[in-house]
């Protein structure tokens, strides 16, 4: 077929219209056009998959080789904090799902309504996380210059340590500690980051649904959308045994 | 070729999922999360395997349920049990290839003669 604008008769003009303004000209149909992008995000997601699955292998070589290290560097967690910010996440999931759901329904008040909810939940696992960040601020965990053994060397004068049971660990193990906190600032660092940027995005989709953007039929950023912040999901999925839960019978 | 043009039409048909099974997914997780917590509570033992070689059932255990919580996320939560078989290959393949490189680097990471030389 010719260039459409260069053959534009009535009749050709009437097929070209058939489709609804959000689908591109390269498509057959707007479930080609969603399919396509869908696969095409789930092959970032899959980048993304690999760029994780790095830190966790990372992880899993290191907790063998210095596991007291990392035991004694997980009772340093706060379960409590760490298992509300898994509920806040997977809350935040299925109100986002359930946002995606909405836009499919062309509701563009309840739309609104779960994006919000999404916010509000994601920004709260931030405000959690940063009292955590606060914490190990203050002890002096964060790895570097000023990082202190003093939690692993001399646990009775640590209260994390104490309730835990810890026993003084040799100073060349105590060292190790500081491999676990590396770890620990690399992966809940980055899916902080990937936090902040969905929270971002969802700012900005807050304000373009209220102006009515995806409840045209149009659903594909808001799916796309979703299928990050479940990703960002799953890796919280693994973070928390990982990282919290280790040892502690 | 119109016929050929129905069947994909109708593969292609845009699924919307039930709020309800997003509940229940949503449960099902909820419970996941309760579980894995108590189960760090409980010491599981260990497998002595050969000299030098242990598995620890804790967490194994850990590591299975997050990884059915992560797959109802990918199947519901993330439409792959309703998407097209281009993308259900392409997830189960990614996720294939990254166990494929895990798992190639532990293989020749246990099979070294680790103090040996």
Same mark, same amino acid.
Request: proline share 3%; aromatic share 16%; charged share 15%.
């Given at each position: 077929m010719?260039?459409?604008h260069?053959?534009?008769?009535g009749? %050709?003009a009437? /097929?070209?219209?058939?489709?609804?303004?959000?689908?591109?000209?390269?498509f %057959?149909t707007?479930?080609?056009q969603?399919?396509?992008t869908?696969?095409?995000?789930w092959?970032?997601?899959?980048t993304e $998959?690999m760029f994780?699955g790095g830190?966790?292998t990372?992880y899993?070589?290191?907790r063998n080789w210095?596991?007291?290290?990392? $035991?004694?560097g997980?009772?340093q967690?706060?379960?409590?904090?760490?298992?509300?910010?898994?509920?806040?996440l997977?809350? *935040?999931?299925?109100t986002?799902?359930m946002?995606v759901?909405?836009a %499919?329904m062309?509701?563009?008040g309840?739309?609104v309504?779960?994006?919000i909810?999404t916010f509000?939940?994601g920004?709260g696992?931030?405000?959690i996380? *940063?009292?955590e960040?606060?914490e190990?601020? %203050?002890?002096?965990?964060?790895?570097?210059?000023?990082y202190s053994?003093?939690?692993f060397?001399n646990?009775?004068s640590?209260e994390?340590?104490?309730?835990a049971g810890?026993k003084?660990?040799?100073?060349?193990?105590?060292?190790?500690?500081e491999v676990?906190?590396?770890?620990?600032?690399?992966m809940?660092?980055?899916?902080?980051?990937?936090?902040?940027?969905?929270?971002?995005i969802?700012?900005?989709?807050?304000f373009r649904?209220?102006a009515?953007?995806?409840t045209?039929?149009? $659903?594909?950023? /808001?799916e796309?959308?979703?299928?990050?912040?479940?990703f $960002?999901?799953? /890796?919280w999925?693994?973070?928390f045994?990982l990282?919290y839960l280790?040892?502690?019978? | 070729?119109?016929?050929?043009? #129905?069947i #994909?039409?109708h #593969?292609r048909?845009?699924?919307?999922v039930?709020p &309800?099974?997003y509940?229940a997914?949503?449960?099902?997780?909820?419970v996941? !999360?309760?579980?894995?917590v &108590?189960?760090?509570?409980?010491?599981?033992? #260990?497998w002595h395997i050969? @000299?030098?070689?242990v598995?620890?059932?804790? @967490?194994?255990?850990?590591l299975?349920i997050a990884c059915t919580?992560a797959?109802?996320v990918?199947l519901?939560?993330?439409?792959?049990?309703y998407a097209t078989k281009?993308?259900?290959?392409?997830?189960?393949?990614?996720?294939?290839?990254?166990l494929?490189?895990v798992?190639? !680097?532990f293989?020749d990471?246990i099979s070294?003669? &680790?103090?040996? &030389?």
């Amino acid at each position: 077929m010719s260039d459409s604008h260069a053959t534009a008769t009535g009749a %050709e003009a009437a /097929v070209h219209h058939q489709h609804p303004p959000y689908q591109r000209h390269h498509f %057959e149909t707007y479930a080609q056009q969603n399919d396509a992008t869908n696969f095409a995000m789930w092959l970032f997601l899959l980048t993304e $998959v690999m760029f994780f699955g790095g830190l966790f292998t990372a992880y899993m070589l290191y907790r063998n080789w210095y596991y007291p290290a990392f $035991v004694a560097g997980s009772h340093q967690l706060s379960i409590p904090l760490g298992f509300g910010n898994t509920l806040l996440l997977i809350l *935040s999931s299925f109100t986002m799902a359930m946002g995606v759901w909405s836009a %499919e329904m062309k509701k563009k008040g309840l739309l609104v309504f779960f994006l919000i909810c999404t916010f509000i939940l994601g920004s709260g696992f931030l405000g959690i996380k *940063s009292i955590e960040y606060k914490e190990k601020i %203050e002890k002096h965990h964060v790895p570097g210059f000023h990082y202190s053994l003093q939690s692993f060397l001399n646990p009775d004068s640590d209260e994390a340590a104490k309730a835990a049971g810890d026993k003084p660990m040799a100073p060349d193990m105590a060292r190790h500690t500081e491999v676990y906190f590396s770890l620990y600032f690399a992966m809940t660092g980055m899916h902080a980051l990937h936090m902040i940027i969905g929270i971002g995005i969802l700012g900005f989709m807050i304000f373009r649904a209220q102006a009515g953007a995806y409840t045209t039929g149009h $659903v594909t950023f /808001v799916e796309n959308f979703g299928l990050y912040w479940h990703f $960002v999901d799953i /890796v919280w999925i693994f973070l928390f045994p990982l990282l919290y839960l280790i040892s502690r019978h | 070729m119109s016929d050929h043009g #129905e069947i #994909e039409q109708h #593969e292609r048909e845009h699924h919307i999922v039930s709020p &309800w099974i997003y509940l229940a997914i949503l449960c099902a997780l909820l419970v996941g !999360t309760a579980a894995t917590v &108590w189960a760090s509570y409980v010491d599981m033992g #260990e497998w002595h395997i050969a @000299p030098g070689l242990v598995i620890f059932w804790n @967490p194994i255990l850990a590591l299975a349920i997050a990884c059915t919580k992560a797959t109802l996320v990918v199947l519901f939560f993330m439409h792959v049990k309703y998407a097209t078989k281009l993308t259900k290959l392409t997830v189960g393949a990614g996720f294939f290839t990254f166990l494929v490189l895990v798992g190639m !680097t532990f293989a020749d990471y246990i099979s070294r003669a &680790w103090g040996r &030389w």
